[in-house]
């Protein structure tokens, strides 16, 4: 009887321990499984609502825990990020690259670019004077047209988006500048004296479809970069946000 005892004590204590092991293994299989490069693509194109036919990839990338996934079809530019290891789509974007429909909703809001930035100033409880608008573009967002906007003050960064048929804010950021004693309004020309440089360029008074118009730093220097289509012909240009000197420009009339 102690014998039978004992054997069923020891079959007992060996089934544990390779119940434990098979345990341990599935479990860091799982945790270990990475998607591959054409399962995160084509979880991209079912986001997107695509065939892979129809799309040409820009870009691909597996970064940290993720892949980064660039590519455009006739109308649109996709960006995505998904998680290597689950495919959770982490970010979505979605930009208009059809002339066409870019005329198409001009034509369609119900507020002008500068009625979009008074909304911003009122519903940031701002002053005109006290901001200076760094980034103003007309974009599609998750379905939704929208001017996409930055402003800065003295000490802090606004990203806020706005509606432009309903007029409502559907996202809006806030970060303080850390260097705040460094930064000077008026050290800048603003953006809307670069559209005006821009377009006395181009000798163009008629009213134009304006794609982008952003603050940025390229290569050390304080930008606007400045992007507007003008009868069916895309215009590109970089100014120095302080001087207002045209760094470069590119006109696109494919």
Not at 34 to 48: G, Y
């Amino acid at each position: 009887m102690k014998k039978q005892n004992l054997y069923a004590i020891i079959v007992t204590t060996i089934a544990i321990i390779l119940l434990t092991i098979v345990s341990i293994l599935f479990f860091n299989r799982n945790r270990n499984t990475v998607i591959t490069e054409e399962e995160a693509l084509n979880i991209a194109f079912k986001k997107a609502n695509v065939s892979s036919d129809d799309v040409k990839v820009l870009s691909s990338n597996k970064i940290n825990n993720k892949y980064e996934i660039e590519f455009k079809d006739n109308q649109y530019e996709y960006d995505l990020e998904i998680n290597l290891n689950t495919g959770e789509i982490l970010e979505f974007d979605k930009d208009v690259i059809d002339k066409n429909i870019i005329k198409n909703e001009e034509s369609n809001k119900n507020i002008t670019e500068k009625e979009a930035k008074k909304i911003a100033l009122d519903y940031l409880k701002l002053k005109e004077s006290d901001a200076t608008f760094t980034k103003s573009k007309l974009d599609l967002e998750n379905g939704i047209m929208v001017y996409e906007l930055e402003l800065f003050t003295n000490d802090t960064e606004y990203e806020i988006n706005i509606n432009s048929n309903t007029k409502e804010i559907v996202k809006v950021s806030k970060d303080i500048i850390k260097n705040s004693n460094s930064v000077n309004n008026s050290n800048y020309i603003g953006v809307e004296k670069a559209k005006e440089i821009v377009l006395n360029h181009n000798n163009i008074n008629d009213s134009v479809i304006w794609k982008n118009a952003e603050f940025d730093f390229e290569r050390n220097i304080a930008i606007y970069e400045i992007e507007f289509y003008y009868n069916n012909i895309e215009y590109s240009y970089e100014i120095n946000a302080i001087t207002g000197d045209i760094i470069q420009f590119e006109i696109d009339k494919n």
